[in-house]
């Protein structure tokens, strides 16, 4: 029994999803192929049972996806939904060097919703998982009377000690990040504009897709850890700023970052970049799910121009003056200030 | 860079709780110690990074605790709140024998939360936490302008090959029952009837407390997994009816339940038992968490009256003819239908 009697402001009516729990774990149950060899008891026990390689640590990560703040109904299509919630938290266990190996998706339906929209964003989480291996575990469900709320938690596996952390950087590590900056903040402004996609370039479709579709740098966090090549790594999900801000502070340490060798979102038609400044959203626009990477110095020439299919690109170095600086196609050097998302400020 | 920009529908005006995303992830580091030795980074870094012991398999578990459905603002006090939430999950670990090792936390912290309800909604989780030796290791934070949501991850690990499944129940098996059925949902009609407090029986407070602050069976689950006593295992959150079915179902197969057998919330005084129908409660009220062992008929003697502190009742036994039914103390046998929560019904 739930408190159903007491909740006179938020009375709980039902959905025409489905008819019961019983029938929505049947058809997650129909939905859910499993892939690797590790998952013992999947969805529909109390718990899910699962088996790690031995020899392995275990990571765990959860990420709220939560309807007016990550996600909106008019912009992002449901499986976009399913594949931005997922793409999470397999960009934090790529952030720790690991592999990911199981999902849970905690759900709380709103009344509003169709059938169709929990069909759509559970395609979403599936196929991305299916492309990285990952099982559907498990989970929850319930339902509210209005946003939709999604948490996802994944569970991955990392060869013991092997753990990239964000605290290791020390001064004179050479600083790299993968892929373009600032693509899904882009990518979101367009959707929010509803601009003439007669007259959209190359760089807004990528945008767009980048935004809707972000693609998690699972193989690469694994490379450098398997190759031990990297002092600290994070990925970009809050903006370079704030995340290197964060890898900066666990490490106790502070970095120069060069503006010209940041890696934007692309070229723009003319009438495009009168509309967005590329520097502002490489530095500060978040969701690309870039892994940014510390090299220890004498390593920095191991590290190719592309790998696992990703373009790495170098932007700084880490220093031990506890501040990060943004040195301008001038010569000129200043603070570079976070200027991500943060939940608790005004 | 999350969807600020578009939530004209729901502006994020922030709260008063902490001033940033640091200060919170700072404060909870501060209150939270570590007590295994499996926990090699915990809150903080992109994901957690744990051990399991060698040859034991992992137990995943994530469980929803919303604002309205699960507990009401003014009827659960925040300690009561964070407890709660805990408590469920562990539950479920215990209904696979399993040992509870470490929790994520996935806030959804409401505009309208002071720093106070967080902090005692972390003090009732991590007090819980304490005495079960669960480590906080992780976990994700919102602000959202309406209801509180909270999503639970535990992670256990139980021996391999022994997690107790629903589905073992094989027709012969002997039913039992931890403790008793029907208090939580006594206490939580007691607190919303405001019922006068000093004519208030034993029973009375047991049943508040066993609503506010649940205890999960963690040690009794283990015992029955090591000893390999049980067939087939599941916790009591829905109600006995709706749990039972679950279990059934599973196993593909049927029961028979005395009532007289069932222990009930116990004594109440005259006026409480013309309020209250204790034969309905324990039937069909839920978040008792007390576990529904199935026992194959020749260990059935090797269940004691109590084991691990906790009291266990024979109720009734498994049948192949897949129906469930109540035995009347008449003699009478009726269907005994699911009576219990169901978050998609109407």
């Not at 319930?142 to 990392?158: C, H, K, L, M, N």
């Not at 402004?189 to 990528?206: I, S």
């Not at 990477?293 to 690109?313: D, T």
């Amino acid at each position: 029994m739930k408190c159903r009697g007491g909740q006179s402001s938020t009375p709980h009516q039902g959905i025409d999803v489905f008819r019961s729990e019983t029938e929505f774990v049947r058809w997650l149950q129909r939905h859910t192929p499993t892939q690797g060899t590790g998952l013992r008891l999947g969805i529909g026990d109390d718990a899910a049972v699962v088996e790690l390689r031995r020899g392995h640590e275990l990571i765990l990560k959860s990420d709220l996806s939560i309807e007016g703040i990550h996600f909106l109904r008019h912009l992002h299509p449901p499986r976009s939904v399913g594949h931005r919630a997922l793409a999470r938290s397999l960009s934090d266990v790529a952030a720790m060097g690991g592999t990911p190996r199981y999902v849970l998706i905690s759900l709380a339906i709103s009344q509003k919703s169709s059938r169709d929209w929990v069909e759509q964003f559970y395609a979403g989480v599936l196929a991305l998982a299916r492309r990285f291996g990952v099982d559907l575990a498990g989970g929850d469900t319930a339902v509210v009377p209005d946003r939709i709320s999604i948490d996802v938690v994944v569970a991955g596996e990392v060869a013991s000690r092997k753990a990239i952390r964000r605290s290791g950087a020390r001064p004179g590590d050479q600083l790299f990040v993968s892929g373009r900056l600032g693509l899904s903040a882009l990518g979101l402004l367009r959707l929010k504009r509803k601009a003439n996609r007669r007259v959209q370039g190359k760089t807004m479709d990528h945008a767009v897709r980048a935004h809707l579709y972000p693609e998690p740098r699972c193989a690469l966090g694994r490379y450098l850890s398997e190759l031990n090549l990297a002092s600290a790594l994070i990925d970009v999900s809050d903006g370079l700023s704030t995340d290197l801000a964060h890898l900066c502070d666990a490490s106790r340490v502070g970095a120069r970052v060069w503006a010209e060798r940041i890696p934007g979102p692309g070229d723009l038609t003319r009438a495009e970049s009168h509309s967005f400044d590329s520097m502002n959203l490489a530095l500060h626009g978040g969701e690309d799910y870039e892994l940014l990477i510390c090299v220890p110095r004498r390593k920095a020439s191991q590290i190719a121009p592309r790998v696992c299919g990703v373009p790495l690109q170098w932007i700084g170095e880490i220093r031990g003056a506890r501040e990060v600086s943004l040195v301008l196609p001038s010569g000129e050097e200043k603070p570079l200030e976070p200027g991500g998302y943060d939940h608790f400020r005004k």
